[in-house]
C-alpha cells in the first residue's frame, strides 16, 4: 500500500500544504526546526489518530486555531480512498472513505504505517517495561482477544497487588480469596504468555536475517523471551497456566512478605543478542541502533505477513546515525517494496546512487515544495 | 450574574444524581419551578418515601417496603434454589423473565481490594449462614462478567461447593436474536468457548 498524497491544514506549524508522493522513497530535507518531523507526525496520525510524541491532540492544531485536518489517500492493491483526521478541541473524528467511523479501533488499520524515530533506542537501551510495552502493541495491532486478557490481566494484577499488601500488613487473613485472584491472573496471564512467545519467534525469524544483510554478515541476532515463570510447553495454553499456578504456590511466602506480585508476563523482559552478546549490556551505540533498526524492519514483513501488503516506513532522522554501509543496505533493503518517508537535514552524507529516485522536497518553515531537478 | 440562592440549592440537589452535570442540573431546575405545585409536591414526598419507606430485607437483602420481602415470604417459591446479584436492580432484572422461582440474594457489591471491599463488607456471611439449612441444593452465581464479578463468583463456589451445594454461573455470550456480525471479538470468543452440543 503507499500513500498517494496529503493535505494539511492548520496542523501544527503548516497553515496549508498538498503533497503528492512517491511510490518509492520520499526525503523531507530541510534545516532544523522547519517542520520535517511534523509532516512524519501527521502522516503517522492519518494511520493511527494519535500522534507518537503526545498524548494531547491540542498540541496538534496550530496556534490560535479552532481544529486541525489532515486527510490523505490511499492506494492499495485492489483499492483506493481517501482517509480525514479532524482534530478539535472537543475531540477527533475520523473519517474512512468519506464516512465518519464512531469507534477509532474501526479506522486504525487501514493505512500500516512502521515508524522508526531515534527515541525507538529504547527498545533496545530502555528498561523491561519499554520492551514489554512494544510486544503488547505489535500484538495488540493483529489480536483484540490478547488487548483483552492484557486489560483483565492489569486489571486483576492491580487487584492482587492491593490483596497482597493487605494480607501482609494483617488488614485481611483470608487466603481463598488471593487463590482466587491468582488463578485469574493465571488464566490471562498464560494467554499473554503464548502469544508473546510465538510473536518473539516470529521477530527472530524475520529480524535475523535483515541484521545479517545489513551488517554484510558480520553480526548474529538473536532474540530471547525471558520469561519470570518457566513452562514445560510454551504452546499449550493449559500447561503454561499449571506452570505459572505452581510458581505462585512455590513462591507464595515471598510474595506475602514483600506484598508484591512477582511472578508473571508483567515481570518479563526480551533480550537481545549480537554474536551471543547482550546488545544492551555489552553492544556499541551503533550495534544497539542496528538492532532497533533490524526489529522495526522486520515488523514490516510481520505486517505483510498479516495483512497481505507492506505497511509504508517513516524513518525520521536515522540515517544520519548509520555508517555509509548500514545506509546503503537499509536502503537497498526497502527500495521497490515499501513506500518510505525520510527526513534529514542534508543529503551529503546519504550516498545518492543507493536511491533510486528519491522524490526529495524542501521543508521550509511550514512549507513544502518539489526540489528542482 | 449569580442564580438567586433556592436555585442554586435545588441544582446542587439535582447534581448529586449520577448522570446529571451542571447543564442538565440547571435545565432540571428550571423546570421545576415551573411545574404545579401538586406536582411538585408528590415529587418530593415521592423522594422522601423511597428513602424512609424502603427497608432491606433481613433474609435476602434486597429492597422491601416489608420484612421479610415478598419474595422470601412466597411459599411457593422453590426453596432450594438461590440466585445471587450484585444489586437490587439486578433482581427486578431476573423477576421480568418471570420464569425464575427460586429465591435471591443481594450482595450489595463485589469483592474489590483496590476499592477496600472485601467479604465481610458486602452479604457474603449472610449468604452463608442462609445455607447452613439444609433446604438449600444449588446456588446460581448472576454476578456481572467483569473482572471482579468473576472474582466474586470463583470465591463464592470455592466456600460453598464444599458443603456440597451445587454452585452454578449464567453464560456467557452471544445476545438472542442478535447478529453474529455486530458481536465484538470478546463476546464471540466466550460465545464459542461455551458451545453446547446439539
Not at chain 1, 464512531?102 to 520492551?131: M, Q, T
Not at chain 2, 466474586?152 to 449464567?170: D, E, N, Q
Amino acid at each position: 500500500m503507499y500513500l498517494e498524497k496529503m493535505s494539511l491544514l492548520d496542523y501544527r506549524n503548516y497553515a496549508t500544504c498538498d503533497v503528492e508522493f512517491s511510490k518509492g522513497v520520499n526525503v523531507f530535507l530541510g534545516e532544523n526546526a522547519q517542520g520535517k518531523t511534523n509532516l512524519m507526525e501527521a502522516i503517522y496520525v492519518l494511520a493511527m489518530t494519535r500522534s507518537h510524541r503526545t498524548s494531547n491532540d491540542k498540541e496538534l492544531i496550530a496556534w490560535h486555531k479552532e481544529f486541525a485536518k489532515i486527510s490523505g489517500r490511499v492506494q492499495k492493491k485492489n483499492t483506493q480512498f481517501p482517509l480525514e483526521i479532524l482534530l478539535s478541541s472537543k475531540g477527533k473524528k475520523a473519517k474512512l472513505n468519506h464516512l465518519e467511523q464512531r469507534k477509532l479501533s474501526e479506522y486504525v488499520g487501514h493505512l500500516n504505517v512502521i515508524l522508526f524515530a531515534p527515541e525507538d533506542l529504547a527498545i533496545v537501551k530502555g528498561s523491561p517495561s519499554v520492551r514489554r510495552r512494544f510486544i503488547d502493541m505489535e500484538i495488540g495491532q493483529i489480536s483484540p482477544i490478547y488487548l483483552h486478557h492484557l486489560a483483565n490481566y492489569q486489571h486483576v494484577l492491580k487487584q492482587r497487588n492491593h490483596y497482597l499488601k493487605q494480607l501482609m500488613i494483617g488488614k485481611r487473613d483470608d487466603h481463598t480469596f488471593l487463590e482466587v485472584l491468582t488463578e485469574q491472573l493465571s488464566t490471562h496471564g498464560a494467554h499473554l504468555l503464548k502469544e508473546r512467545m510465538s510473536f518473539v519467534k516470529q521477530l527472530e525469524k524475520w529480524a535475523a536475517p535483515i541484521h545479517h544483510e545489513i551488517t554484510q554478515a558480520k553480526e548474529v541476532l538473536k532474540i530471547s523471551y525471558q520469561p519470570s515463570v518457566e513452562a514445560t510447553n510454551w504452546e499449550d495454553v493449559d500447561q503454561i497456566f499449571l506452570d505459572l499456578m505452581t510458581q505462585f504456590e512455590k513462591g507464595k511466602k515471598r510474595e506475602l512478605d514483600q506484598g508484591n506480585t512477582l511472578y508473571g508476563p508483567h515481570r518479563d523482559d526480551l533480550l537481545f543478542f549480537v554474536n551471543e552478546q547482550n546488545v544492551q549490556t555489552y553492544g556499541s551505540q551503533g550495534q544497539q541502533r542496528t538492532t532497533a533498526l533490524s526489529i522495526k524492519l522486520a515488523e514490516i514483513e510481520l505486517i505483510h505477513d498479516e495483512v497481505g501488503e507492506y505497511p509504508i516506513l517513516l524513518l525520521d532522522d536515522v540515517l544520519s546515525e548509520l555508517d555509509d554501509e548500514r545506509q546503503t543496505h537499509l536502503l537497498t533493503a526497502i527500495q521497490d517494496k515499501v513506500q518510505t518517508f525520510l527526513t534529514t537535514t542534508s543529503l551529503d552524507g546519504i550516498k545518492k546512487h543507493v536511491l533510486r529516485q528519491p522524490r526529495t522536497f524542501i521543508v521550509t518553515n511550514g512549507c513544502v515544495e518539489l526540489e528542482d531537478k | 450574574m449569580q442564580y438567586p440562592e433556592p436555585i442554586s440549592k435545588l441544582i446542587d440537589s439535582y447534581m448529586k444524581l449520577p448522570g446529571i452535570g451542571a447543564k442538565s442540573a440547571a435545565r432540571l431546575a428550571f423546570y421545576t419551578i415551573d411545574m404545579r405545585e401538586d406536582d411538585v409536591t408528590d415529587f418530593a414526598k415521592a423522594l422522601i418515601s423511597a428513602k424512609r419507606d424502603l427497608n432491606y430485607c433481613s433474609v435476602c437483602g434486597n429492597i422491601t417496603e416489608e420484612d421479610p420481602c415478598y419474595i422470601c415470604k412466597d411459599a411457593g417459591r422453590d426453596r432450594g434454589t438461590i440466585l445471587v446479584v450484585e444489586d437490587p436492580k439486578d433482581v427486578i432484572s431476573i423477576e421480568k423473565m418471570r420464569e425464575y422461582r427460586g429465591l435471591y440474594h443481594v450482595l450489595h457489591g463485589v469483592l474489590s481490594p483496590v476499592e477496600g471491599t472485601g467479604p465481610e463488607d458486602i452479604q457474603i456471611p449472610s449468604l452463608i449462614r442462609r445455607l447452613q439449612s439444609d433446604e438449600v441444593k444449588e446456588v446460581i452465581i448472576a454476578t456481572n462478567a467483569t473482572a471482579e464479578g468473576e472474582a466474586t463468583a470463583m470465591y463464592l463456589s470455592r466456600l460453598i461447593k464444599p458443603a456440597g451445594i451445587k454452585v452454578t454461573r449464567l453464560a456467557h455470550g452471544l445476545a438472542v436474536g442478535s447478529d453474529i456480525e455486530y458481536a465484538d471479538e470478546i463476546t464471540l470468543m466466550k460465545a464459542v468457548e461455551g458451545r453446547r452440543e446439539l
